[in-house]
């Protein structure tokens, strides 16, 4: 709903803008003429911090599919393979602690997927 609000306030500004002959020529607007410095440093190193998160969480989901496809009765015994069970297992609860903080982490040095501006 607020989306919509904004939405139409934004395209009321446009039209308005547009009728009194005015326009806005945004395209040479740089991030550094409208925010502070400390806020764009600030932002650009919690985005870089979530895309790290993003990233390994998602090689790791690639490592588990690929051990998850391989052939350990080949080689194994399956009552030997407690050692790759237990990768598994903590390749899954890392997985899960990753989505967890990317959904809700409450720090104020933080980004999270849901909130993406925290500070």
Known sequence: ML??????????????????????????IKPEDVFDSEY??????????????????HSTIIILEKINNFR???????????FWDIIIWNFINSSII???????DTGTDTHTLTNPINS
């Open 3 to 28: 989306k919509r609000i904004l939405n139409r306030i934004f395209n009321f500004f446009i039209k308005f803008f547009i009728k009194k002959g005015k326009t806005m020529n945004c395209s040479n």
């Open 40 to 57: 764009i440093k600030r932002y650009n190193e919690l985005h870089e911090d979530i895309h790290y998160r993003l990233k390994y969480l």
């Open 72 to 82: 350990f009765d080949l080689f194994l015994e399956r009552d030997k393979t407690a």
């Open 98 to 104: 990753l989505i967890c903080g990317l959904v809700s």
